[in-house]
């Protein structure tokens, strides 16, 4: 048999059953907001949250990254990053920072199997998560790297810690 490439409308695709949220904390580029979108519709993220920054979504570069997925994926831009932390807190989620942090574990050695509802904390492009951020979070988690550079894009960083994060808790 030939292979052919399947598009979207001829593939079959199960829905995540895992409760996953983002919190970006301080990210401020347009396009990482768009890729995390995205990502977002991709892997069947439930929510978006935008802390701690004013980011433009009708931003021609926004909109480019996002291929319309803000249309229907869940999103909300707050600048009461506690209030959003304490609301998470409060419904069961378990907060897991995406930081290199003197206490953070290999997102590899990482078990979610007993966690039923994550909200996965990036930070800020430049600065990472703020300190504030950090210490309310229940654990923090850094993916292993090999190369010289310590740090990867945010929106690639968070669509390898979040298929991992989901994949090992079904």
Known sequence: MK???LSHDNTQ???NTFHLVLVCDGI???ANAGGLMRLADALGIYHVYF???KINFESSRFKRTARSTEMYVPYTQT???QALIEKLVATNYKLIGLELTNTSLPLTAYKT???TKIALVLGNERNGISQEVLDKLNDTIFIPMHGKNSSMNVAQAAAIAAYNL???AL
């Open 113 to 115: 199997e007993e966690i």
């Open 28 to 30: 401020t580029s347009p």
């Open 79 to 81: 600048l009461d990053t």
């Open 13 to 15: 695709i199960e829905p």
């Open 166 to 168: 989901i994949n090992n």
């Open 3 to 5: 292979t052919k490439q």
């Open 51 to 53: 802390c701690n920054s």
